[in-house]
């Protein structure tokens, strides 16, 4: 099975950058303005990516996994784009130096084609609107994010 | 093996693309600010990374494997750190709509590690910084790159 792992390090207390993964309100502020659904464990997430004209460009469910606060978060992919389905989104927390670490995963596809490469650094695009949303107050979430190709 | 993989668009013709990754003088514009040596085919290109007070941080030396204009360019990696030593470095081009599409890899890693992870996720910055460059004359090479972590 194929992953894509990235590590980046937020200037903030490891409770504020797990707020900002674990509640809808997060995630609308980093990922994309788009977000409903019950952020408990076992319940279900539903995030939609629009163009700035208002169509949507995708859906996807999430089924919360594990919830620990301040140290990991597991999403599965229950609903969205084929190579998605299945696929377990991993964030694990740590406190180094003056930094929470996040070790993020996008864990267990099939194969590593094209569109995992875009995945890839569209994630990591993501992580540094996490990173300015929680270090700053303002992140970069869809469909205001940072475009890297042709596909989005 | 694991690799990274990752997929960016940039807004040039493909020769401006692959000059600024064949070249040493591209090279100095993006990726950090000190790059020797021969950028032929079976030459080895020497990259220095130093901290901004001019500490040496990190070394590796690259044979550079293929050239083919305006397509692909691969490098082994022969010198620096231990987990590098063998893997292969792959920028892949190819035109579309108004896009050089850049297919990146940093193949062959033994294991996925956290230096992977952080490894990952550095190099979406520096392809966001050969972006820049190539699109706008003016990259983000060390020790003047994005950082990213605890690490660097």
């Known amino acids: 099975m194929v992953s894509i792992i990235h590590r980046i390090g937020i200037k903030s207390e490891s409770d504020k950058v ?16 788009e ?34 606060p301040r140290k990991n978060i597991r999403w599965q992919c229950v609903e969205g784009p084929d190579e998605w ?31 995992t490469a ?3 650094m569209k994630w990591a695009v993501f992580l540094l609107s996490l990173r300015n949303y929680v270090e700053t107050g303002k992140g970069q979430p869809s469909p205001n994010d940072i475009k890297i190709d042709n596909w989005n």
């Open 18 to 33: 797990y707020n900002a993964i674990s509640t809808i309100e997060g995630l609308t502020n980093w990922w994309t303005e």
């Open 35 to 68: 977000v409903e659904g019950d952020e408990k464990r076992g319940g279900k997430i539903k995030f939609t990516f629009r163009t700035k004209a208002g169509d949507i460009k995708g859906q996807m469910v999430m089924e919360v996994k594990e919830l620990n």
């Open 85 to 115: 389905i299945g696929t377990d989104l991993t964030f694990d927390l740590s406190k180094q130096d003056d930094q929470t670490i996040i070790i993020f995963g996008h864990r267990n596809w099939r194969e590593a084609i094209e569109f």
């Open 118 to 120: 875009h995945c890839s």
